[in-house]
T-cell receptor, first 112, second 114 residues
Framework: ETGVTQTPRHLVMGMTNKKSLKCEQH?????MYWYKQSAKKPLELMFV???????ENNSVPSRFSPECPNSSHLFLHLHTLQPEDSALYLC???????????FGPGTRLTVL | AQSVSQHNHHVILSEAASLELGCNYS??????LFWYVQYPGQHLQLLLK??????LVKGIKGFEAEFIKSKFSFNLRKPSVQWSDTAEYFC????????????FGAGTRLTVKP
């Protein structure tokens, strides 16, 4: 399954680091999403981009900054994260909103 | 506030047993409903979805779900499970017509014994 790819697959960073997560979809979709999956908690929708425009920001702290330069690419820029931000970050895309979402494999982030 | 509940955290069944996983939500308006599955080592993928029409929805791999509006439920069923159905199952609900609010349940882990 190569429809939605995410890099890196694993990331360890200190609280003062700046890093970025990348997502790319090869499905010709118009909408892209960032989710956070923490242990024993429901999947949390963080950001929604529809036709490159951000349409949803579910009260996500400003230390997470999304960027969607085109409909195929989505970034999540990370800055001065906290240990509680350690989680699996999933990217997804869909043809429209709402519609079936296709998920990537995720980036396992550990903040030390 | 809108919420999605999956009350079964871990279900263990033998092959050929029938399956029903519960999903309830709290919201009185229009909803779109989804079941996603994550097999071990694989991505989340859609099992089935309901937007409108027949409340009994059939999905892939013999799964079905029934939307009961009066009970705010969208339970997932399969008459006879297989070992390959071992996975984590997530119910998801989009609330409202123009609202971008989509929430997932905490997931139910299904283990099927051969």
């Amino acid at each position: 399954e190569t429809g939605v790819t995410q890099t890196p697959r694993h990331l360890v960073m200190g609280m003062t680091n700046k890093k970025s997560l990348k997502c790319e979809q090869h499905l010709g979709h118009n909408a892209m999403y960032w989710y956070k999956q923490s242990a024993k908690k429901p999947l949390e929708l963080m950001f929604v981009y529809n036709f490159k425009e951000q349409t949803e920001n579910n009260s996500v702290p400003s230390r997470f900054s999304p960027e969607c330069p085109n409909s195929s690419h989505l970034f999540l820029h990370l800055h001065t994260l906290q240990p509680e931000d350690s989680a699996l970050y999933l990217c997804a895309s869909s043809q429209g909103w709402p519609d079936t979402q296709y998920f990537g494999p995720g980036t396992r982030l550990t903040v030390l | 506030a809108q919420s999605v509940s999956q009350h079964n955290h871990h279900v263990i069944l033998s092959e050929a047993a029938s399956l029903e996983l519960g999903c309830n939500y709290s919201y009185g308006g229009t909803v779109n409903l989804f079941w996603y599955v994550q097999y071990p080592g694989q991505h989340l993928q859609l099992l089935l979805k309901y937007f409108s029409g027949d409340p009994l929805v059939k999905g892939i791999k013999g799964f079905e779900a029934e939307f009961i509006k009066s009970k705010f439920s969208f339970n997932l069923r399969k008459p006879s499970v297989q070992w390959s159905d071992t996975a984590e199952y997530f119910c998801a609900v989009r609330f409202g017509n123009n609202n971008n609010d989509m929430r997932f349940g905490a997931g139910t882990r299904l283990t099927v014994k051969p």
